[in-house]
């Protein structure tokens, strides 16, 4: 069976749907997260633990939920909160927590 994995990272939780090709759901879940904070009027996230790191929770929970290889995925759709800025340094790393627009 071909699968196809849809991962949303959103403003207090992300989420992630496994389909087949009929766009059946296979396996669903969710990881909440929390947002930061520091002062009135600013948000926060931090990027290797509340994106990436729910990315790869997600991906792996649908995939042993469902009980498929990995192999069977055959495409990955991702969405993400936004307008957002993360400063990163010349290998990619994030220099701080990802600064969010517009959430009130």
């Keep these: 069976m071909s699968a196809y994995l849809g991962i949303d990272i959103g403003t207090f939780e992300s989420k992630g749907v496994l389909v087949d090709g009929g766009g059946r759901i296979v396996a669903s ?27 790869c929770f997600l991906a792996n929970r649908l995939i042993a939920d469902s009980g498929l290889a990995p192999a069977a995925i055959k495409a990955v759709a991702a969405s993400a909160i936004g307008p ?14 990802g600064v969010l627009y517009g959430v009130d």
């Design 29 to 55: 879940a969710a990881r909440p997260h929390k947002l930061i904070v520091p002062r009135s009027g600013w948000a926060e996230h931090r990027p290797r633990e509340d994106w990436w790191g729910d990315f």
């Design 84 to 97: 957002c800025m993360l400063p990163v340094d010349a290998d990619g790393a994030p220099l701080m927590n």
